[in-house]
């Protein structure tokens, strides 16, 4: 004959303690891999921002250029027409 051995609260505990052992470590290098991944990609955006940034005044001027070029065409289109 088999005796069936009770569970108590303290047994219970140690069981549910012995599946979370390695839980918090688990948690603590996640914890760690993303603020490592978030700290990359922060230095990538920043990287983008800086190469956008030498670009923007080089883009400003193509875009006077252009400007200045449709009057000209505007104005050449008008001097054509009168004649």
Not at 11 to 39: C, H, P, R, V, W
Not at 41 to 47: A, T
Not at 53 to 64: L, V
Not at 67 to 75: A, H, I, P, R, V
Request: hydrophobic fraction near 35%.
């Amino acid at each position: 004959m088999k005796f069936k051995k009770e569970i108590t609260i303290d047994d219970l505990a140690i069981i549910i303690n012995k599946g979370f052992e390695g839980n918090q470590k688990d948690i603590s290098d996640l914890k760690t891999d993303f603020n490592e991944f978030k700290y990359d990609i922060n230095e990538k955006l920043d990287s983008i921002e800086n190469i956008l940034m030498d670009y923007k005044p080089r883009i400003e001027n193509t875009e006077d250029q252009i400007k200045e070029l449709q009057f000209k065409y505007d104005q050449l289109l008008g001097m054509k027409k009168r004649v």
